[in-house]
């Protein structure tokens, strides 16, 4: 069978190094410096040769969360890494972190089309302060697709952003809808800060007449206790990849489609007490040198040979 694979990596914190100067921006955490931050880029450099290894195959679309500037991802990209013929689609955010998603895709088999980015405020008299959702259209097999890369508001301090994330979702239905309308082939990957029981996830599925056109396999993973992060002692599975199946199978080909969390030996902690949580950067203000805390998720989506 002849396969594509899509993935989604919340990166944690990928920030440029800190510098003693006025003018650069500075991360927030703590001592971050030019040796860490070049291990940072070694280690998600690793990541995508570790899926190489385990899939035969680099993923041709991948979607990130928490990059702090392009230059990241031109580091991400550089001539020793796998990624290194991949375009970069990116633009900052006016998150008050700032971070902002992007997209890294294989050019040999996508061909951007356009993007753009989308803001959706629930209080217009406050400043927008978290991240714009990524719609990029490409030409795949010469028919067109839509990926969208999303990282929603925030759990902190007691869920005060619940709100706003629940706007944002009811918004990107509306605009899903113009896509359902037009039956267009869709993709949507993010941090959705919302495990995919949850209700509002849920309703994203379906179109304005109740039909449901999005399929969320994650949901059925969640189920079975199969987490891409923690949030303390309770594993969640934030990071989703929702998509139009019968769009993706009649227009492209494919005949099955799975998900998974990608959750590598590798990439997991090296203690016994915590040994499935992800190796993460950093805990607190305390420096671990791992990957990131959280997993990448993947779609596998696989077509005959003689298709």
């Excluded at 955010?93 to 971070?99: C, G």
Aim: overall charge negative; hydrophobic content about 30%; some cysteine.
């Amino acid at each position: 069978m002849d396969t594509e694979l899509l993935t989604f990596y919340n990166v944690e914190n990928f920030y440029p190094p800190d510098k003693d100067s006025a003018e650069s921006y500075h991360s927030g955490l703590y001592n971050w410096d030019e040796y860490k931050y070049n291990l940072k880029v070694r280690k998600i450099s690793n990541v995508f040769r570790f899926i190489e290894e385990d899939f035969g195959q680099l993923p041709s679309i991948i979607g990130l969360a928490e990059i702090g500037a392009k230059s990241v991802l031109e580091d991400l990209t550089q001539i020793n890494s796998p990624l290194n013929d991949y375009e970069i689609i990116y633009e900052p955010s006016q998150d008050s972190r700032n971070l902002s998603v992007a997209l890294l895709f294989d050019k040999e088999k996508f061909t951007l089309l356009k993007y753009h980015t989308l803001q959706f405020q629930l209080d217009k008299e406050k400043e927008f302060d978290t991240r714009d959702i990524l719609q990029a259209e490409f030409s795949y097999q010469e028919k067109k697709l839509h990926i969208f890369i999303l990282h929603l508001p925030s759990k902190r301090n007691r869920d005060i952003k619940k709100d706003h994330r629940n706007f944002i979702i009811e918004k990107l239905k509306e605009t899903l809808q113009k896509l359902f309308d037009k039956g267009e082939t869709v993709v949507l990957m993010g941090d959705f800060n919302e495990n995919p029981d949850n209700e509002v996830v849920k309703e994203l599925l379906f179109d304005k007449d109740g039909e449901q056109v999005l399929n969320n396999p994650f949901e059925k993973l969640f189920n079975e206790n199969q987490f891409s992060t923690y949030h303390g002692k309770k594993g969640v599975c934030f990071d989703q990849i929702l998509f139009t199946e019968k769009n993706l199978k009649e227009n492209f080909t494919f005949k099955n489609i799975e998900a998974q969390i990608y959750n590598s030996q590798r990439l997991r902690n090296k203690d016994n007490k915590n040994s499935n949580y992800p190796s993460r950067t950093y805990s607190g203000s305390r420096y671990m040198s791992g990957y990131s805390d959280h997993f990448p998720v993947i779609l596998k989506l696989f077509r005959n040979q003689q298709s």
